[in-house]
């Protein structure tokens, strides 16, 4: 069975960083796309980046040039840099993989607040 876990998550001030990891169970490069997806209290889960096998990177809009998605296959593991982080980047993160009908990891909390 494929597993996907998330680390990483946590408290941090406005304008801090953190970074995420999700280790899969699996080599990655059977998984194809990878990705990162958020939901805060009482909004839908989005999409925050997602990156492919070959490398290629999606961001939402609200992200782009604070957040880098990353993926190591030799470590089978994907990553998400996040800089200058927003009280409104609260939320719990997920960690996403393209296996069958799609994978999530439990998801990691990220609040960001004084």
């Known amino acids: 069975q494929v597993q996907l876990v998330e680390s990483g998550g946590g408290l941090v001030q406005p304008g801090g960083s953190l970074r995420l990891s999700c280790a899969a169970s699996v080599t990655i490069f059977t998984i194809g796309s990878l990705g990162w997806y958020r939901q805060a209290p009482g909004n839908q889960r989005e999409l925050v980046a997602t990156?492919?096998?070959?490398?290629?990177?999606i961001y939402a809009d609200s992200v782009k040039g604070r957040f880098t998605i990353s993926r190591d296959g030799a470590k089978n593991t994907v990553a998400l840099q996040m800089t200058s982080l927003k009280p409104e980047d609260t939320a719990v993160y997920y960690c996403?993989?393209?296996w069958g009908a799609g994978i999530w990891g439990q998801g990691t909390q990220v609040t960001v607040s004084s």
């Open positions: 990156i492919s096998s070959g490398g290629s990177k």
């Open positions: 996403w993989g393209n």
